[in-house]
Nanobody
Framework: QVQLVESGGGLVQPGGSLTLSCAASGFTFRNYWMHWVRQAPGKGLEWVSV????????YYADSVKGRFTISRDNAKNTVYLQMNSLKSEETAVYYC?????????????WGQGTQVTVSS
């Protein structure tokens, strides 16, 4: 079955950097777009970025454009999110997300999330 396992979160100072990883299994990773989504305390889900099959194209929320970089290693079945110049308001749980439509049904898979805390 599909499994998504995020890692790399932690405590970082404002202006700092972190790289998140999401290890995927249970499906043909290279054939699917992969997303990063975050949820700040007390707020709803916010889409962050997506990478298409192969190694791009990539798309970003306006709030992170120019500071975050999504990438993937199809040999390792892993998607990454490099985050630079982090802001305190970006404290959130970051999730890796796979979804697709097949036969009229939506299939939606999430990892357990990794906590990112931006604080001095």
């Amino acid at each position: 079955q599909v499994q998504l396992v995020e890692s790399g979160g932690g405590l970082v100072q404002p202006g700092g950097s972190l790289t998140l990883s999401c290890a995927a299994s249970g499906f043909t990773f290279r054939n699917y777009w992969m997303h990063w989504v975050r949820q700040a305390p007390g707020k709803g889900l916010e889409w962050v970025s997506v990478i298409e099959t192969g190694n791009g194209p990539t798309y970003y929320a306006d709030s992170v454009k120019g500071r975050f970089t999504i990438s993937r290693d199809n040999a390792k079945n892993t998607v990454y999110l490099q985050m630079n110049s982090l802001k305190s308001e970006e404290t959130a749980v970051y999730y890796c997300n796979l979804f697709y439509y097949r036969g009229g049904n939506k299939y939606d898979y999430w990892g357990q999330g990794t906590q990112v805390t931006v604080s001095s």
